[in-house]
């Protein structure tokens, strides 16, 4: 998954760092849904349901969750286009067999992976409808891809060109078709390709995680502000485009430069919101609250930031808008956009 696996372990390891900031809760009745975790074993350490609800449950008010692909329990046995099948299907056992645990957060959608340049993903999307056992909801099909990859210790597999792709298009599209949403991940520099690709394909729901990942490392170190100045401009053009949804989060990874990860102390709320949150009320301000979602990209974000202190810091950010707004970006939009 990435160049320098060592700060998969590091991540895991975060209980004792990031207790050392507790906070009360904010707002502990609102509900909320968290449509983008991970499930997985990396370098032999595993996040699974217990470590989710080990996150989930330490004072919000998590109804649901969506799962989002992340390369975890592929079916190596299968022909290769299928191999990801392995992962929905582990996924949603998981998901089912937590049913019976009625206090506890439910994952009630998955996102898989399917490569969408194959001419037969209509076979691979019936697999994983099959899987999914009534919770597959979309495909994400990431285009983070930076010429540059040495520098960043999450690099992306997208490929050069892959939205102007014709068979790739085609494949997007097919999944609007099939009432299926298209996620992806990408840096901030491809805002422009992806604009291209939502134009192209009006019919699929595309979902724009992690605020389009503004880069803070390699070259781009130190450019934060000129960076958002340009994410700005192309963000706005972006929210021109009706079928195109982002999630608000995923700002606390490694590559997006903070440094959090290394201090001797986590971030409280009032950081994280004071550091960040112009970037939450530039996209508000664009797309609008009805195509907004607050995320927490756990447990990627997790080497920065606890759980009970991200989404606090968020509340801070989204109390300036009104109730239906807050319901909106918190928990409607996600139920939305992912069919829970």
């Not at 190596?76 to 099948?85: C, G, I, M, R, S």
């Not at 899987?131 to 520098?151: K, M, T, V, W, Y």
């Not at 992806?184 to 491809?190: A, D, I, K, S």
Request: aromatic fraction near 8%; proline fraction near 7%.
């Amino acid at each position: 998954m990435t160049h320098d696996p060592s700060w998969v372990p590091r991540m895991a390891a975060r209980d004792d760092w990031l207790a050392q900031v507790q906070e009360p809760i904010l707002d502990p009745a609102r509900e909320i849904v968290d449509p983008h975790h991970h499930l997985w074993i990396r370098e032999g350490i595993p996040y699974e349901m217990d470590h989710l609800w080990a996150d989930t449950e330490t004072g919000h008010n998590i109804a649901e969750t969506v799962f989002i692909e992340c390369r975890a329990w592929y079916d190596t046995d299968a022909p290769e286009p299928l191999q990801p099948v392995g992962e929905t299907r582990k996924v949603a056992e998981m998901a089912l067999a937590g049913r019976r645990l009625k206090n506890r957060a439910q994952l009630t959608g998955i996102v898989g992976h399917a490569d969408l340049h194959n001419p037969e993903l209509d076979t691979v999307l019936d697999a994983l409808e099959a899987a999914g056992q009534g919770l597959f909801r979309g495909i994400r099909h990431s285009g983070s891809c930076d010429p540059e990859p040495e520098h960043l210790k999450i690099p992306g597999r997208g490929v050069p060109g892959q939205y102007a792709d014709p068979d790739f298009r085609r494949g997007v599209a097919r999944l609007g078709e099939r009432g299926l949403t298209y996620d992806t991940w990408q840096y901030h520099h491809q805002l422009t390709d992806l604009t291209a690709l939502a134009q192209a394909v009006p019919g699929t729901t595309v979902v724009l995680n992690h605020l389009s990942m503004p880069l803070g490392v390699g070259r781009f170190a130190g450019q934060r502000e000129a960076i958002h100045r340009v994410w700005k401009q192309e963000m706005a053009t972006l929210a021109d485009c009706p079928n195109v949804v982002v999630k608000l989060g995923g700002m606390a990874m490694p590559d997006n430069g903070l440094g959090w990860h290394d201090r001797a102390l986590p971030p409280g709320s009032d950081e994280y919101a004071e550091t960040l949150g112009h970037w939450y009320h530039d996209a508000i301000a664009f797309f609008g609250a009805e195509r907004c979602m607050f995320e927490s990209n756990f447990p990627v974000d997790r080497i920065s930031v606890s759980y009970p202190v991200l989404w606090n810091a968020l509340k801070k950010i989204a109390a300036r808008y009104s109730e239906t707004d807050q319901a909106q970006m918190f928990a409607v939009t996600a139920r939305r956009i992912y069919r829970l």
